[in-house]
């Protein structure tokens, strides 16, 4: 392990961009080039956005974890909460589903094309735990350009 940060923020919108920018910071510790952390800081910004939004229903009393681990080249993220948890995660992971019919159910689409590995871990009422990994010139970012 090369660097590690963890941080609980309290579960308000705002706290989205200090979860960005502390993700940003530690991969920029490593060879990511600025497209990957720009991919890293989406997929934590949708992660810690569900956590606030879905899983506390933006209730600022309560707390998202967030844990950015550098592995030398390979970055991995953990973002927790203990709120209402997902009923059915490969539902909630298809396009267009939301338990808010104002968002456009996205987030872990977008999460699963920016990053090299997404598990999704929830149990209803208790929370939810996801684990997201990037490699710095991994072969995702070849996918995605068709390289």
Do not use: W
Request: charged content about 20%; aromatic content about 4%.
């Amino acid at each position: 392990m090369q660097n590690r940060v963890v941080v609980e923020l309290a579960s308000v919108p705002q706290n989205v961009a200090v979860a960005r920018l502390l993700a940003a910071m530690v991969a920029a510790q490593a060879n990511f080039t600025v497209a990957e952390v720009d991919e890293i800081k989406l997929a934590v910004s949708e992660a810690v956005t569900n956590a606030v939004i879905h899983g506390y229903g933006s209730q600022p009393e309560h707390v998202v974890r967030l844990e950015v681990t550098l592995f030398d080249n390979r970055l991995e993220v953990l973002v927790e909460d203990q709120g209402r948890g997902i009923d059915d995660i490969a539902l909630a992971m298809q396009p267009a589903v939301s338990s808010d019919p104002d968002r456009m159910g996205l987030g872990f689409c977008f999460m699963e094309s920016h990053m090299d590995s997404l598990e999704v871990e929830s149990t209803p009422g208790r929370g939810t735990r996801v684990r997201m990994t990037k490699k710095a010139g991994s072969e995702h970012l070849a996918r995605a350009t068709g390289s």
